[in-house]
């Protein structure tokens, strides 16, 4: 059984991840939009790495995890989940998580890709960016706008918030930061996005000094190339 | 519209296996669409059932379901095979995921080049050996109880059983020193409906041979 910390134990998730996004930061912005307080433990060094896993904390010798509610989770979308369901960002039926589920893999597949556009050798970069644009103008982006459309409703599922737009929002910046052009061909998603970064949490945590991770530092990314050997 | 749930994809394993694995195991019967050429696929473009122009995708209770986990996430919940609270979907969810994580290099393998099949078969060895099989070997050793959460079948003993089985079929001696996995997969192989799925004539698709992997490249490529 895995250990619980003293932290945990006093009601905040903790979250065990580099002093960066890569595939915590999803967590970070739902826990923030549903205005979950939590804590960090950064991993500095191999030998961080090295004692979580020593201790057996990382199921699969790999984070992200979160210890939350007792539980030493890992594996992105398990704690995705277990923090939708507890904070009613999940949907009201099976139906409803159906559609949630379905529209929050496109976006997980695309962040992916540009996931390895940052951790991808630097002669490979350039073509995985192309990729990237390509599908984003071509396959995503189109997918929500129309989803928007058919419904006319403020937000993807179930006319009421729920963790796809948070999701949604978190992609739409990082699509801006790319290239804000790619966003210019959807007015649907232009407005979710302004109406999603007005809800008071997600403002919040849009501020500066909040535990939003700015974007990737590439000289960072190749020092951590080294030491973590990836 | 109540029915049998459609399955549309080519006729090989590749992402759809798992969700004809959970179907069967909760005794629920289906029908298959199995895509011969391009123009299958095209036809499914253009009438806008592919939400991301991809495959697999499910027909089932009026929806069209795309995403592999979004399709098996739905059946489980249906069919009761996702656990009885949050917290047991969350561990479910953790195991599921080690197991997709697993299974991602294990599908792949037959449509790789034949450059690239020798490093990644070593790399699934590696893995299910010393990471993904003690980690599961684990869990059973830790409660002693006959499936890995809540002491009920549920989607993750199914998951678990297929893969045992598919990477036997790459590493024949890959299960040797998991005595509590074998023990797992003959228990789960024995459930009527699993038993059922396991014998000749069922839906299962077979490891995918050169003739196969021709046919599903015509396809998507």
């Excluded at chain 1, 706008?145 to 729920?162: C, I, M, P």
């Excluded at chain 1, 949490?201 to 500066?208: E, S």
């Amino acid at each position: 059984m895995c250990e619980t910390t003293v932290a945990a134990m006093a009601g905040k998730p903790v979250l065990y991840y580099w002093d960066a996004r890569g595939r915590m930061e999803c967590i970070r912005w739902l826990l923030a939009a549903a205005g979950v307080e939590f804590e960090e433990k950064f991993i500095e060094t191999p030998a961080d790495m090295e004692k979580l896993i020593k201790d057996g904390r990382l199921m699969f010798q790999q984070v992200p995890m979160v210890e939350i509610d007792g539980m030493t989770l890992v594996q992105t979308r398990a704690i995705l989940n277990y923090i939708a369901t507890k904070y009613n960002l999940y949907g009201k039926d099976a139906k409803e998580r159906a559609l949630i589920d379905m529209y929050t893999e496109g976006i997980l597949d695309l962040s992916e890709m540009m996931l390895q556009v940052v951790i991808s050798l630097p002669e490979q970069r350039e073509a995985k960016i192309s990729l990237v644009k390509e599908k984003t103008k071509n396959r995503y982006l189109p997918a929500y706008e129309k989803v928007l459309k058919s419904h006319g409703q403020d937000y993807l599922v179930g006319n009421r918030l729920t963790k796809v737009d948070i999701h949604l929002l978190e992609l739409l910046l990082y699509v801006e930061e790319l290239d804000s052009s790619l966003l210019a061909p959807f007015p649907l998603l232009k407005a979710l996005k302004s109406r999603i970064s007005s809800l008071p949490n997600v403002k919040k945590f849009l501020q500066p000094g909040s535990q939003r991770k700015p974007p990737p530092d590439m000289k960072r990314i190749e020092e951590a190339r080294k030491a973590f050997k990836f | 519209m109540a029915g049998k749930p459609v399955l549309y994809y080519f006729d090989g394993r590749g992402r759809m296996e798992s969700v004809r694995w959970l179907l069967a195991a909760a005794g629920v019967e289906f029908e298959e669409k199995l895509l011969k050429t391009r123009d299958d696929l095209e036809k499914l473009k253009n009438d806008g059932s592919l939400m991301f122009q991809q495959l697999p995708l499910v027909e089932i209770d009026g929806m069209k379901l795309v995403q592999t986990r979004a399709i098996l996430n739905y059946i489980a919940t249906k069919y009761n095979l996702y656990g009885k609270d949050m917290k047991e979907r969350a561990i479910i969810d953790m195991y599921t995921e080690g197991l997709m994580d697993l299974d991602e290099m294990v599908l792949y393998q037959p449509y790789l080049p034949k450059e690239e099949k020798e490093g990644n078969l070593a790399k699934i060895k590696d893995k299910s050996r010393n990471r993904y099989f003690p980690a599961y070997e684990k869990v059973l050793k830790s409660h002693g109880q006959d499936y890995l959460v809540g002491n009920k079948l549920s989607r993750a003993d199914v998951y678990l059983v297929k893969l045992l089985y598919h990477v036997e079929e790459l590493d024949s001696s890959a299960l040797a020193n998991f005595p509590l996995l074998k023990a797992l997969r003959t228990r789960v192989s024995n459930l009527p409906t699993v038993k059922k799925f396991l014998q000749p004539g069922s839906q299962r698709k077979p490891f995918e041979d050169e003739k196969c992997v021709e046919a599903a490249m015509k396809i998507f490529h």
